[in-house]
């Protein structure tokens, strides 16, 4: 297993291009089974998880060739059936569901097992199903969705943390082709569901409101094939943007939507770094002694819960009284104790954090637990002193294209040791 050792102490200067949107390609990957004809997507990040996701659509039964970052999916014939195998690596897999649920009105998914950001059930997805006239059968860790026929129906997605992101994913995929109109109230409004919705239309989908509270499905016959071009990675660009205010003299983020990342840019303004964002790209620098925050996660337009951790290190350096509460994974915070081993001092309180910045940190051997908490701890050992040596790498794999290059590339001492 690779290690990523990060020699703490260089500036950061420079400019990165942000990759496609890794949470936009896993949905839309997931989107191409809904019809025979060949979709062609590009900016597609090259990541272990879109590879999983290639992974299962090829075991569906689906033809896809891989170049550079353009993927072209031909569904012709698929199966409904995807074993635990094939799915156990990504809980995102269980976004075939949707999908196959609307082209063959039934789908075998092995469930997603326990998460390390806390418990992850699929209660709301089934939920929509199950509205739009699907039976629901969970047994032998599968969850198997069949339905003669699929028709609109008004469905509530609101669960008790809030709208879900992959649930209102599945739902829309599934409803596009139900009879009559589906309704979803309390969609997530994630620049990713739009992304997803913007792609169905082009395939002859007929969606409207993705982006609010109410998204409307009007159901069709059928889709055809279609080209897109995947949205920029916000979270890929708040990391590098905490990255920069952690140890940057001047960082930018290149083919951003800034207006994706206004909660992160506000979050860094707040803590008296300089922000300029101009067309589709984002400079963070320094601007006097940066201050402490406090921050809650919420669904998108709030603070994302996918750079809780990212903050959480750049605040253990930053000299006061920081708190961070965590709405949407109340238990995500396993980068909490590696952190503490590089010298921060957290308290936790529930599902937050208090942080009491640090002048410096140092660099520890610390282990890799989630995706997010692992780029955490590759920022938090650009600050430390000495050597900070990330282990369990696959994590970071899973979701950053190339992280250990780009860091480079903008000055970092960091290098990539094969075990
Ligand atoms: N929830 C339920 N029931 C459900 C579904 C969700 O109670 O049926 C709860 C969850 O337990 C959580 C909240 O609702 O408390 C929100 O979860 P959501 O369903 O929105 O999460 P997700 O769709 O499974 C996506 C991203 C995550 C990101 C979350 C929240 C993808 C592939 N994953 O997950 O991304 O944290 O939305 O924004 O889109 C990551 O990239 O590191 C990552 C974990």
Redesign the pocket.
């Given at each position: 297993m690779d290690k990523i050792l990060v020699h703490g102490g260089n500036s950061l200067a420079g400019s990165i291009k942000i990759s496609g949107s890794?949470?936009s390609a896993?949905?839309i990957l997931a989107a191409t089974l809904l019809t025979r004809e060949p979709c062609t997507i590009h900016r597609v990040p090259d990541l272990s998880d879109t590879h999983y996701m290639l992974q299962i659509l090829i075991h569906l039964g689906a033809q896809v060739e891989r170049a550079s970052g353009i993927v072209t999916v031909t569904a012709d014939k698929v199966q409904s059936v995807a074993p635990y195998d094939v799915v156990r690596k990504m809980?995102?897999s269980v976004?075939v569901l949707g999908p196959l649920l609307g082209r063959c009105k039934e789908a075998t998914v092995s469930l997603p097992g326990g998460c390390v950001?806390?418990?992850?059930?699929?209660?709301?997805?089934l939920k929509g199903f199950e509205a739009l006239g699907a039976a629901v059968r969970v047994e032998g860790g599968n969850v198997k969705v069949f339905a003669p026929k699929l028709a609109g129906a008004v469905i509530n997605l609101r669960?008790?943390?809030?709208?879900?992101?992959?649930?209102t994913d599945n739902v829309m995929m599934a409803a596009v082709l139900a009879e009559g109109t589906t309704v979803i109230e309390g969609a997530?409004q994630?620049p990713?569901v739009c992304d997803l919705a913007d792609f169905l239309n082009k395939m002859g989908a007929k969606i409207e409101g993705a982006g609010t509270r109410r998204i409307i499905v009007e159901g069709v016959s059928e889709l055809h094939g279609a080209e897109h071009d995947i949205i920029p990675d916000r979270?890929e660009a708040g990391t590098f943007l905490v990255a920069g205010a952690i140890a940057g003299s001047g960082v930018t983020v290149n083919r951003v939507e800034p207006k994706h990342l206004t909660a992160i840019t506000d979050a860094l303004s707040g803590c008296g770094f300089k922000i300029e964002a101009k067309n589709q790209a984002i400079t963070v620098s320094p601007n006097g002694a940066p201050k402490p925050l406090e921050i809650t996660t919420e669904?998108y337009p709030g603070f994302?819960?996918?750079m809780q951790a990212q903050m959480c290190a750049l605040l253990s350096t930053t000299e006061g009284i920081s708190v961070i509460t965590e709405n949407?994974?109340p238990q995500r915070y396993m980068h909490v104790a590696e952190l503490k081993r590089m010298g921060a001092q957290v308290q936790m309180e529930g599902s937050t954090a208090v942080i009491q910045g640090v002048e410096r940190l140092t660099g520890a051997p610390v282990m890799a637990s989630?995706?997010?908490a692992s780029a955490a701890l590759v920022l938090a050992g650009l600050k430390a002193d000495g050597i900070t040596e990330v282990s369990r790498v696959y994590h970071i794999d899973r979701?950053y294209e190339h992280l250990d290059e780009k860091l480079s590339e903008l000055g970092a001492h960091i290098e990539r040791v094969k075990a």
């Open positions: 890794k949470n896993l949905p809980r995102a976004g950001i806390g418990d992850r059930p699929i209660d709301l997805h669960g008790k943390f809030g709208p879900t992101v992959l649930g997530a994630e990713e979270i669904p994302p819960t996918d949407i994974f989630d995706l997010r979701g």
